[in-house]
């Protein structure tokens, strides 16, 4: 799937862009797998429920996991509208913890009692490629049915990292859509050089 059209001529360690075409895949999983991966035997991991969670340790998490594949939605967003979606009735967030300090989260929405979506899920950059991903996406499924929904949600784009949606797809999500979205990116944002380095460069004309 290609991605992202250059608005500027030449790559560096980062751009500043405007906007971004991207693809989104939306997926669902209709039924709790038999079997999940176990969990590594290293890191020591904790995964814990945040009550109430703070705005400002959300706001850390969120540009923690989600700055690397620019996750910048809820970026600029003041404080009651923050709130309004994380502490809103349904909503749910899970911090995983690896040898005592945070590594990631997942974000699940039970407002629909037979469909829950998972909102967001991710590790941060120094925890990836550790075999922590499948367990931490089946721990999140697990949840995601504990409620007795009949159905998991979840999306992800092409600015996402390359194995996102490989892991959702073993882990038995099945692709139901797919549709091509303009990204607007806050000022004062730089898009990462993984991401440009991803593009297609435009011909001169």
Not at 15 to 28: E, G, I, Q, R
Request: net charge positive.
């Amino acid at each position: 799937m290609g991605f992202a059209r250059r608005h500027t001529r030449r790559y560096g360690t980062g751009m500043k862009l405007n906007s971004l075409d991207t693809t989104v895949t939306y997926l669902a999983m209709t039924a709790r797998p038999a079997h999940l991966p176990p969990m590594p035997t290293s890191p020591r991991l904790a995964l814990m429920k945040a009550e109430n969670i703070p705005l400002h340790f959300y706001r850390y998490l969120y540009a923690a996991v989600g700055g690397s594949w620019l996750w910048v939605e809820r970026l600029q967003l003041p404080d009651e509208a923050l709130a309004e979606r994380v502490h809103r009735e349904g909503v749910e967030v899970f911090v995983l913890y690896a040898n005592g300090s945070p590594a990631g989260y997942y974000e699940l929405d039970f407002a629909d009692a037979t469909s829950t979506k998972l909102v967001y899920f991710g590790l941060m950059p120094e925890w990836t490629g550790m075999r922590i991903g499948p367990w931490f996406l089946g721990a999140a499924v697990s949840e995601s049915f504990s409620r007795g929904a009949g159905e998991v949600l979840v999306n992800t784009c092409t600015l996402d990292h390359p194995a996102a949606l490989p892991l959702y797809q073993k882990l038995g999500f099945q692709p139901v859509r797919r549709e091509s979205r303009r990204l607007r990116i806050p000022a004062g944002v730089v898009v990462p050089s993984h991401i440009t380095a991803r593009m297609t460069p435009e011909v001169d004309r």
